[in-house]
Structures are given as structure tokens and as C-alpha cells.
């Protein structure tokens, strides 16, 4: 009933996604088939052809989908924030199977036929399209329907880039910690999907001849499925008998350093074994990790926790905000044990250049600014009682539209290179020097304090109490200018995390 609520509350935004997804999987798809059949058919044609063009569509599919729009974001034309690189990828992605089904429905072609079309005195043009295709077209259909289903998915991916669609609820959930806007998102494209991928199906049923016998491979699938999940279970479930510690993390840099930074710290003090689970996913994902026992321990910032997890209002005093989130992990059989040392709070950054050009030091100093630029920001920022809301009532600032949406990751190279004039990201974010970003002082006082802690099960702590005197130990230890290094090295440095974790704990 609260989802329902929830899509009637808001249920312009969501035909206006749902239509922003099914505009971007409908484009992709069509170009996907105007350039796919024609490389099939002259792959069929001309064998030689057929082994680079298959091999290069595999080495498209293999580079997952945020990395492809972070590839994209910086080239011109074809790149930049917004559906333009969307589509780019989507296109990518659907061109394999729609060629590998061309060529595949037209070699299995009999030669007779072939032969007998010839024999009529046909061109190679008539018999390619009133033979040939007509035979080949249920499997072009099949690769039709796999390229159209592999978008609707892939296509949640492209909020992370400001193309709208449904993924912007799945990302917003994430960040907010909010299974309603999860499954806001992800149940109208799981239904776009299975409706694609019916029609698609009905379409190829009904021009197939013979109908292929498909239930013994998903049996097949089904049982490879459910023996590689005993397995991967049976082995987490040895790793825990044997007394090791898990360790999660988000899915940005700070976070897999922070991950790190704990684990290593454990197996230095304790010899305990460690099992690392870093790049999990936003809030949500560890929150819950945790919850159920999957996770013995992550950094959680205090200011995340008190609103994101917790729904409590903002406040701007450290200490107390500690002693409100600790008590509120006391509750639910979690430790909050002393911060690291640092406050990772938002930081509304701008370009450099810009900074120097028109004197800008204070978040006050871009109001004047503001109505000729263009912000984007990510989608905790954007939802969040102390995000974006909030930070335009206090300072007065109005942009030359709405602010974009995108993914935190991408978006310090957003501003870099002029996609867009201001962002919030994260003040111990390595990029803000690596790209020449400012950080404009928060004159106003307005963001609550993001104090690094970590977060641990009670549980494992009394079992193991080597384990919160090894954590205690990291209390005070690492400043933002430690951290602001640290994550300096990965971004910009291109340095093994581990390694830079390692020299950090020896220093």
C-alpha cells in the first residue's frame, strides 16, 4: 500500500520516467537494428568478417555499463551528460546479439533453397530479401528481443549520467535508504521488460516454423543457478565458522579505502582472518548487510546515519549527533564505535578557474551567479533533508534549470569539463585537487557534521574484543588531510588501495 501511495503521489514523475526509459530503449534498439542486420548480413556474406565483428561486439559487452558512460562523459559529440551518451551505449550493447541471430538464421539456411532461388535466375539483392531474410527472420527476431530486453535493463544504469528513466528511483532509493523509491523504480522495469520481452517472444513464435524445445536449458539453467548459489553459500558459511571478520564498504573510492584501512587493521592487531566485501553499494545495501549478519563491520558517516538511516531531523552539533546515531545503532544490536578523525561533509564545488576568474570563495559569492548556470548534483544530495532543498532556501540560490542528476562518481569529471558549473561532492574527495576544483565555504553553517565512525555488530564485538581494541586504536587517527591524500592517491594516482592503506598504517 505505501508503494501504491507512493506511485499515486507521484504519478506524473512516474509516466514522465517511464516514458523518458522507453524513449531511450526504443531509440537505442532501432539504430541497434539499422546497423546490426546490415554487419550481420555481410558477415554471412563474407565469413572472413564474421570472427573480428563477433569479437569486438563480446569486447563491448564485457565492459560494464557505468564504466562505459564514464568512457563516454568526456568525448565530444557522442559523450556529455544527458540520453545523447545513453543512447551510445545502449546501441553498443544491442548490436551483438542482433548481429550473432543474423548470422546465425542466415548459415542455417539449407543450400538447396539457395541454390533453387539461384536456379530461378534470382540477383543476390532478390534472394537475400525474398528468400533469405524471410527464412532467417525468427532468429533475427530472437536477437531483436534480447537486444530490446538487455536495454530496458542496462537503461536504469543511465540516471548515473542525468538521462532519466526509471533508474532514477532505484539510485534515489539507494541513497535515502528507501526500499518504497527502490521498488518504485525497479517494478515498472522489471514489467517493461517482461512486456518487451513477451511481445517480442509472441512476434518470433509466431513467424517460427518450428518451435524449439527450450524447456531442458532452463531447467538446465535453473539447476547451474541453484548449485553455483549452494556452493558460493556453502563457502561465506566455511570463511564464518572459521572465525573470520567481514568488512563492507560503499562503492566509491573513500569507502573501499576505508574498508581496507579497517581490515587491515584488524588482521595486524588481532591475526584474525579477514574476509573483504568492499564495493557493495550505496547506504542501503551496507545498512542491511550489516543488519543481517552478511557484514561484521563498515564506516558509516554520523550525518548519513541520523537522517538516511535513522529519518532523524538535522542537527549541526558533532558530539550531539554522535550520541544520537550511537544510541540509535544500540537499538537495532550495532556498535558505533569512536570517529576516525575526519568530517566528510558535502562540498559545493565549481571549477577552478572559475573560482579565480570571479573571486568566488563562499557558497554566498555563486548566488549572484546561479540563475546563468547549470548544477548537478547527486540523488541522496538531491532527496535528503539536508541536501539540495534546503541549501537553496538558505542561500537563496536559483540555477538556469533544474539541477541534473547524476551519479556522485562521475559527476567532479562532469564539472571539470564543463557539462555543468557546480556540484556537490565530498570534502575529502581526491578529485577536487586532482581536477583543479574549489571548495566554496559554507558561510551559512548549513550542512550537519559527516563524521567517519565505524559501524560493527555487538555480537561480533563481545565475541572478539581484540576487535573493537584494534578499531578504538584508528580513533583521532586519520584527518581529512590524511583522507584527502589517501583518496588522491587512488583517483588521481592510479594506486593500489591496499598498498596505499599499508604505508598510511606504517607512517
Sequence with gaps: MTLIRFWVAHQRELAALVAQHVLLVSASTLVAIAVGLPLGVLAARRPRLASPLVGLANIVQTV??????????????????????????????????????????????????????????????????????????????????????????????????????????????????????????????????????????????????????????????????????????????????????????????????????????????????????????????????????????????????????????????????????????????????????????????VRGADARRLGLKTIDDVVGQAPRWHAGFGYEFLERPDGYPGLAAKYGLRFAGTPGVMDLSLSYRALASGQVDLIAGDATAGLIRGLDLVQLEDNRHYFPPYDAAPVASAATLLKYPKVRTALEGLAGRVSADDMRAMNYAADVEHKDIAAIVRDFLKR
Excluded at 264 to 284: A, H
Excluded at 303 to 309: F, H, N, P, Q, S
Aim: glycine residues 12%; aromatic residues 4%.
Design 64 to 349: 560494464p555499463s557505468l564504466a562505459m558512460f564514464g568512457f563516454l562523459l568526456p568525448v565530444p559529440l557522442v559523450g556529455g551528460v544527458g540520453a545523447r551518451a545513453a543512447i551510445v551505449v545502449l546501441i553498443l550493447y544491442g548490436l551483438l546479439p542482433i548481429v550473432r541471430t543474423t548470422i546465425a538464421g542466415l548459415n542455417g539456411i539449407d543450400p538447396a533453397i539457395r541454390e533453387a532461388g539461384v536456379a530461378m535466375g534470382m540477383t543476390p539483392g532478390e534472394l537475400l530479401r525474398l528468400v533469405e531474410l524471410p527464412l532467417a527472420l525468427p532468429s533475427i527476431v530472437a536477437g531483436i528481443r534480447v537486444a530490446a530486453v538487455v536495454g530496458v535493463g542496462s537503461a536504469t544504469i543511465a540516471a548515473a549520467i542525468g538521462a532519466g528513466g526509471l533508474g532514477e528511483y532505484i539510485y534515489r532509493g539507494l541513497s535515502m535508504v528507501d526500499s518504497t523509491v527502490i521498488l518504485a523504480g525497479a517494478i515498472p522495469a522489471a514489467m517493461l521488460a517482461l512486456v518487451v520481452d513477451g511481445g517480442l517472444l509472441l512476434i518470433e513464435r509466431r513467424l517460427s516454423a518450428r518451435r524449439r524445445a527450450k524447456a531442458p536449458r532452463a531447467v538446465a539453467a535453473v539447476a547451474l543457478v541453484v548449485a553455483l548459489a549452494f556452493v558460493g553459500s556453502s563457502a561465506v558459511l566455511a570463511r564464518r565458522s572459521g572465525g573470520a571478520i567481514v568488512v563492507g564498504s560503499k562503492n566509491f573510492t573513500e569507502q573501499m579505502i576505508l574498508g581496507e584501512l579497517v581490515a587491515q587493521t584488524i588482521e595486524r592487531e588481532t591475526s584474525l582472518p579477514v574476509v573483504r566485501r568492499l564495493n557493495l553499494g550505496g547506504t542501503l545495501i551496507c545498512d542491511r548487510a550489516l543488519m543481517t549478519g552478511d557484514v561484521d563491520v563498515y564506516v558509516e558517516y554520523t550525518g548519513t546515519a541520523l537522517t538516511a538511516v535513522f529519518h532523524q531531523p538535522v542537527a549541526s552539533e558533532s558530539t550531539g549527533v554522535y550520541g544520537t546515531v550511537r544510541e540509535q545503532y544500540a537499538r537495532t544490536g550495532r556498535t558505533l564505535l569512536p570517529p576516525l578523525g575526519f568530517n566528510n561533509t558535502f562540498a559545493i564545488l
